[in-house]
Protein backbone atom coordinates (compact mmCIF):
# COMPACT_ATOMS: atom_id res chain seq x y z
CA UNK A 1 0.00 0.00 0.00
CA UNK A 2 2.63 2.51 1.20
CA UNK A 3 4.79 1.53 -2.22
CA UNK A 4 1.60 2.93 -4.61
CA UNK A 5 0.66 5.49 -2.25
CA UNK A 6 4.27 6.82 -2.69
CA UNK A 7 3.87 6.25 -6.58
CA UNK A 8 0.32 7.84 -6.99
CA UNK A 9 0.20 11.70 -8.33
CA UNK A 10 -3.08 12.30 -7.20
CA UNK A 11 -5.47 11.84 -4.32
CA UNK A 12 -8.58 12.61 -3.52
CA UNK A 13 -9.30 14.44 -0.49
CA UNK A 14 -12.38 14.30 1.59
CA UNK A 15 -13.28 16.10 4.07
CA UNK A 16 -16.84 17.16 6.19
CA UNK A 17 -18.90 20.65 5.74
CA UNK A 18 -20.17 21.69 8.48
CA UNK A 19 -23.87 20.74 7.13
CA UNK A 20 -22.03 17.21 7.89
CA UNK A 21 -22.15 16.80 3.94
CA UNK A 22 -19.17 15.17 2.09
CA UNK A 23 -16.46 17.76 0.37
CA UNK A 24 -14.30 15.84 -2.03
CA UNK A 25 -11.40 17.65 -4.22
CA UNK A 26 -8.45 16.22 -5.72
CA UNK A 27 -5.26 17.00 -4.49
CA UNK A 28 -1.15 16.45 -4.83
CA UNK A 29 0.02 14.83 -1.66
CA UNK A 30 3.06 13.00 -0.23
CA UNK A 31 2.96 10.05 2.50
CA UNK A 32 5.87 10.15 5.08
CA UNK A 33 5.46 7.58 8.21
CA UNK A 34 1.93 7.67 8.99
CA UNK A 35 1.25 11.43 8.01
CA UNK A 36 -0.15 12.97 4.74
CA UNK A 37 0.71 16.34 3.59
CA UNK A 38 -1.23 18.65 1.31
CA UNK A 39 -0.38 21.91 0.72
CA UNK A 40 -2.90 24.91 -1.00
CA UNK A 41 -0.72 25.79 -4.23
CA UNK A 42 -1.03 27.87 -7.03
CA UNK A 43 -3.15 26.04 -9.41
CA UNK A 44 -5.99 28.40 -10.13
CA UNK A 45 -7.95 29.49 -7.53
CA UNK A 46 -10.22 32.31 -6.34
CA UNK A 47 -8.66 32.36 -2.92
CA UNK A 48 -6.34 30.38 -0.55
CA UNK A 49 -8.87 30.70 2.01
CA UNK A 50 -10.15 26.80 0.67
CA UNK A 51 -13.29 25.06 2.07
CA UNK A 52 -11.25 22.08 2.71
CA UNK A 53 -9.48 24.59 5.31
CA UNK A 54 -12.74 25.76 6.64
CA UNK A 55 -14.17 22.15 6.80
CA UNK A 56 -10.78 20.82 8.53
CA UNK A 57 -10.87 23.99 11.03
CA UNK A 58 -14.33 23.10 12.08
CA UNK A 59 -14.18 19.06 11.70
CA UNK A 60 -10.86 16.94 11.22
CA UNK A 61 -11.95 14.61 10.18
CA UNK A 62 -10.65 13.70 6.63
CA UNK A 63 -9.77 11.10 4.39
CA UNK A 64 -7.37 10.67 1.37
CA UNK A 65 -8.34 7.84 -1.41
CA UNK A 66 -5.93 7.14 -4.26
CA UNK A 67 -6.74 4.79 -7.23
CA UNK A 68 -5.59 3.39 -10.13
CA UNK A 69 -8.43 2.28 -13.25
CA UNK A 70 -7.66 0.07 -16.14
CA UNK A 71 -10.10 -1.81 -18.66
CA UNK A 72 -8.33 -4.60 -17.38
CA UNK A 73 -10.40 -4.70 -14.16
CA UNK A 74 -7.42 -7.43 -12.91
CA UNK A 75 -5.33 -4.01 -12.32
CA UNK A 76 -8.21 -2.00 -10.36
CA UNK A 77 -6.94 -1.33 -7.02
CA UNK A 78 -7.75 1.81 -4.41
CA UNK A 79 -6.52 3.02 -0.91
CA UNK A 80 -8.09 4.80 1.58
CA UNK A 81 -6.23 6.70 4.78
CA UNK A 82 -8.23 8.13 7.26
CA UNK A 83 -8.03 9.99 10.17
CA UNK A 84 -7.73 13.36 12.09
CA UNK A 85 -5.92 16.58 9.85
CA UNK A 86 -4.30 19.84 11.12
CA UNK A 87 -4.13 22.57 9.34
CA UNK A 88 -0.07 23.94 9.35
CA UNK A 89 0.50 27.92 8.52
CA UNK A 90 3.88 28.25 9.47
CA UNK A 91 6.79 26.59 11.38
CA UNK A 92 8.91 23.68 11.18
CA UNK A 93 6.70 20.73 10.24
CA UNK A 94 4.96 22.93 7.34
CA UNK A 95 8.25 23.29 5.94
CA UNK A 96 9.19 20.28 6.24
CA UNK A 97 6.39 19.12 4.52
CA UNK A 98 6.87 21.53 1.50
CA UNK A 99 10.93 20.38 1.02
CA UNK A 100 8.48 16.38 0.76
CA UNK A 101 6.24 17.62 -1.82
CA UNK A 102 8.91 19.17 -3.55
CA UNK A 103 10.94 16.40 -3.80
CA UNK A 104 7.82 14.63 -5.27
CA UNK A 105 6.30 17.01 -7.68
CA UNK A 106 8.74 19.25 -9.57
CA UNK A 107 6.48 21.81 -10.19
CA UNK A 108 7.06 23.14 -6.21
CA UNK A 109 10.49 23.63 -6.64
CA UNK A 110 9.40 25.80 -9.03
CA UNK A 111 6.64 27.28 -7.55
CA UNK A 112 6.71 26.58 -3.68
CA UNK A 113 2.93 26.45 -2.46
CA UNK A 114 1.85 29.75 -0.65
CA UNK A 115 -0.45 28.55 1.14
CA UNK A 116 -1.51 26.03 4.57
CA UNK A 117 -0.22 22.66 4.27
CA UNK A 118 -2.85 20.19 5.78
CA UNK A 119 -1.73 17.57 8.05
CA UNK A 120 -3.51 13.96 8.32
CA UNK A 121 -2.47 12.01 11.39
CA UNK A 122 -3.45 8.24 9.40
CA UNK A 123 -5.25 6.06 12.13
CA UNK A 124 -6.81 3.71 9.40
CA UNK A 125 -5.68 2.02 6.21
CA UNK A 126 -8.13 0.61 3.70
CA UNK A 127 -7.24 -0.97 0.24
CA UNK A 128 -8.76 -2.72 -2.41
CA UNK A 129 -8.13 -5.82 -3.79
Known amino acids: MRRRMDEARVG ?7 SGRPHVVPCCFVLTGDVVYSAVDTKPKSTLELRRLEN ?21 WWIRVD ?42 WRAWP
Not at 68 to 76: A, G, T
Open 83 to 124: GAARVLVGGVERDHALELLADKYAQYRRDPPPGPVVAIDVTV
Open 56 to 76: LLANPSAALLVDHYSDDWSDL
Open 12 to 18: RLATVRP
